[in-house]
């Protein structure tokens, strides 16, 4: 990557930082750690700059789009946190770090099935949705709406129910 673009997104970080600290602020607690949410808002920044096509009104699409996802952030963190109980570490290791091998096979098995039949931003989504998120935080992290989540969800189980009802 060339250094005027690095040198930009620094100068976009430094001048966007307040913004990005006082809605982790805002967000903080009850699951989701304020310096988890301040990397989700630096990263949301990065993708908000991206999106932005009139750069003279940069400040005022961050100031409105920002909230969103760190809000989607911090809920997706609490998520996390519910499902996986954080006091027990061998649990959650014998869960997260080495599933059963048969397990292991299986999952991978789908995920190469799930990539041969999807496009790429569907695989995506179904990978997301098999993960546990909801379709509200999916509508957030695609910054789509709910009603559009479960619709590219339905063309996807549509597309994907002949191969599986075979294999059964």
Same mark, same amino acid.
């Given at each position: ?16 930082? *307040? ?10 607690? /009850?699951?989701?750690? &304020?310096?988890?949410? +301040?990397?989700?808002? &630096? ?10 096509? =009139? ?8 100031? @409105? /789009?920002? *909230? ?6 911090? %809920? ?5 946190? /519910? ?14 770090? =080495?599933? @059963?091998? +048969?397990? /292991? ?12 039949? !999807?496009? *790429? ?13 909801? %379709? @509200? =935080? ?7 709406? %709910? %009603? ?13 129910? *002949? +191969?599986? !009802?075979?294999?059964?």
């Amino acid at each position: 990557m060339n250094t005027n673009t690095e040198m930009m997104k620094e100068e976009l970080i430094a001048k966007y930082e *307040p913004l990005v600290k006082a809605t982790a602020k805002r967000y903080a607690g /009850r699951g989701a750690e &304020y310096e988890d949410l +301040v990397q989700e808002g &630096y990263l949301a920044l990065l993708i908000l700059n991206e999106k932005c096509t =009139d750069k003279n009104w940069l400040t005022a699409f961050i100031a @409105s /789009r920002l *909230p969103g996802y760190v809000r989607t952030a911090a %809920q997706r963190l609490r998520g996390l946190r /519910r499902k996986t109980n954080f006091a027990d570490f061998d649990t959650v290791a014998d869960h997260l770090i =080495d599933p @059963s091998e +048969v397990e /292991r096979r299986l999952l991978i098995e789908i995920l190469e099935i799930l990539k041969k039949r !999807l496009r *790429p931003g569907e695989f995506i989504l179904a990978r997301d949705a098999m993960d546990g998120w909801t %379709q @509200s =935080d999916l509508a957030g992290k695609n910054n789509i709406t %709910q %009603q559009a989540v479960c619709a590219r969800l339905k063309k996807i189980r549509a597309k994907l129910e *002949p +191969v599986f !009802l075979d294999r059964e």
